[in-house]
């Protein structure tokens, strides 16, 4: 079993910035090295972020994030990052963590263990 728990939602005001901590646990943590990222609005379905693999060295990006969200990890702390810049109001949505064996996978949302989520509110 794997536990996500996510942190640094909040209010902010367009143009501004957040950074999101998602905190891993579990005996099984290290089976699942790809971590990522999805947002959920509400009325829409949920849509991946960012994900990153083990070493940090390969990421990929959903298209709107256009270069204002960066994702990271921290392995010693079992913790991925989202420095999100730039927001704007169509970023409001509830984040969620996940992780995955396979990167495909977890992209395309088919992950086994999800966070609870954080809710991220972006005012005009």
């Known amino acids: 079993q794997v536990q996500l728990v996510e942190s640094g939602g909040g209010l902010v005001q367009a143009g501004g910035s957040l950074r999101l901590s998602c905190a891993a646990s579990g005996r099984t943590f290290s089976s699942y090295p790809v971590m990522g990222w999805f947002r959920q609005a509400p009325g829409k379905e949920r849509e991946f972020v960012a994900s990153i693999s083990w070493s940090g060295g390969v990421t990929y990006y959903a298209a709107f994030v256009k270069g204002r969200f960066t994702i990271s990890r921290d392995n010693a702390k079992n913790t991925v990052y989202l420095q999100m810049n730039g927001l704007e109001p169509e970023d409001t949505a509830v984040y969620y963590c996940?992780?995955?064996?396979?990167?495909?996978?977890?992209?395309?949302?088919?992950?086994?263990?999800w966070g609870q989520g954080t809710q991220v509110t972006v005012s005009s």
């Open positions: 996940a992780v995955d064996r396979v990167g495909s996978r977890l992209r395309s949302g088919r992950s086994d263990y």
